[in-house]
């Protein structure tokens, strides 16, 4: 009930203020010079979901055909159509979210956060693999474990696992 409470919140809050800046823009602008941009902002939202679907869907494809987990390409894909809806939707704030959202450092940046998200509520097998950072030392013992018989018994690799 809370992420319903957040959401329609943030959606008033950007409501108000796509409201304020079209009206900011009309006082300055004028009513054509803004229409034009509104409608050159959606228009390139458009073109920009014709090429970004269908290439985020041949990745998932791909991914699939290779028989990898799709998180990754699904993910990416995601973020990429959001951003062009943003950019479709009238509006000069939504339309910045989105271009800024297709950067390449913020747009990686987004997609690491979100596929750690994800490798926390999804199994592994669906994920895929992760990277392990390692490191030697002494065998961690857990209380009520028997030692091994010799040093030589067990062979065991401490690492930390990042996702």
Not at 46 to 59: K, Y
Not at 87 to 112: D, S
Not at 120 to 127: E, G, T, V
Request: hydrophobic share 55%.
């Amino acid at each position: 009930m809370r992420w319903l409470a957040i959401t329609v919140g943030t959606l008033a809050v950007t409501a108000i203020a796509e409201i304020a800046l079209v009206v900011v823009s009309l006082h300055y602008l004028g009513l054509l010079p803004t229409l034009l941009l509104l409608l050159a902002a959606s228009g390139l939202g458009i073109w920009l979901l014709a090429r970004v679907g269908p290439r985020s869907w041949r990745e998932v494809r791909e991914a699939m055909a290779e028989q990898r987990p799709p998180a990754a390409e699904a993910v990416d894909g995601v973020l990429g159509l959001a951003a062009c809806l943003l950019i479709v939707v009238p509006g000069f704030l939504t339309a910045v979210v989105g271009l800024v959202v297709l950067l390449p450092p913020v747009r990686r940046a987004l997609h690491h956060r979100a596929l750690a998200q994800l490798a926390q509520r999804l199994p592994a097998s669906m994920i895929g693999p992760m990277r392990v950072r390692a490191r030697r030392g002494r065998a961690a013992t857990t209380p009520g474990s028997m030692p091994p018989a010799t040093p030589m018994d067990v062979r065991v690799i401490e690492g930390d696992i990042r996702r």
